[in-house]
């Protein structure tokens, strides 16, 4: 069975770094055409991709935070970890990750998500 | 950047009914569409994947058509557990993938 759980703060300050991880059992990261992504939702918006992590160790990022944003595993530990810098409220949202494939079949297992709010 | 537009924003239907969602991209994703589900409170659970592939799982009353510009999610005749946020998503510039801005299927 496959599963991902996210975990991390649920209230940061302003411009302060968020540190997100995402663990996982059920699949390797190692093996060919497995990815991770992270995607976000603030309350009542749209779903929003952040960044991408494959089996190669190859990340990818949203061309619109891609200066904000880092991406790593640990695939010893099966954890993605995804680093935000310079928070902002406006960054206020549910955070998920995902299963991901280097093909076209979709994010396939989701975590629960983890809810960030952004306040002095 | 691909942009995906979703009509309508709300649609309105009983169970029983048969519901029909739009997805349209701002320039060819080719069959490089998915389509999720979401429930209040609720992790998105992917549908339908490279347009019209159903998941695992998911049950045949759901599927999908379109390739290029135009895409449809079709639910045949809907279930009380239909009623729910659908987004598609595009993957045709893998890994730069965008999602649409939603269409919420309520009860009438």
């Known amino acids: 069975q496959v599963t991902l759980r996210e975990s991390g703060p649920a209230l940061v300050k302003p411009t302060q770094t968020l540190t997100l991880t995402c663990t996982f059992s059920g699949f390797s990261l190692s093996t060919s055409g497995m990815c991770v992504s992270w995607i976000r939702q603030p309350p009542g918006k749209a779903l929003e991709w952040l960044a991408l992590?494959?089996?190669?160790?190859?990340?990818y990022y949203s061309t619109s935070l891609k200066t904000r944003l880092t991406i790593s595993k640990d695939t010893s530990k099966n954890q993605v970890v995804l680093t935000m810098t310079n928070m902002d409220p406006v960054d206020t949202a549910t955070y998920y990750c995902?299963?991901?494939?280097?093909?076209?079949?979709?994010?396939?297992?989701w975590g629960q998500g983890t809810t960030v709010t952004v306040s002095s | 950047e691909i942009v995906l537009t979703q009509s309508p924003a709300t649609l309105s239907l009983s169970p029983g009914e048969r519901a029909t969602l739009s997805c349209r991209a701002s320039?060819?994703?080719?069959?490089?569409l998915a389509w999720y589900q979401q429930k209040p409170g609720q992790a998105p659970r992917l549908l339908i994947y490279?347009?019209?592939n159903r998941a695992t799982g998911i049950p045949a009353r759901f599927s999908g058509s379109g390739s290029g510009t135009d895409f449809t999610l079709t639910i045949s005749s809907l279930e009380p557990e239909d009623f729910a946020v659908y987004y598609c998503q595009q993957r045709s510039n893998w890994p730069e993938i965008t999602f649409g801005q939603g269409t919420r299927l309520e009860i009438k």
């Open positions: 490279d347009a019209s």
């Open positions: 320039q060819s994703v080719s069959s490089y």
């Open positions: 992590i494959d089996w190669d160790d190859d990340k």
């Open positions: 995902a299963r991901d494939s280097s093909g076209n079949n979709g994010m396939d297992v």
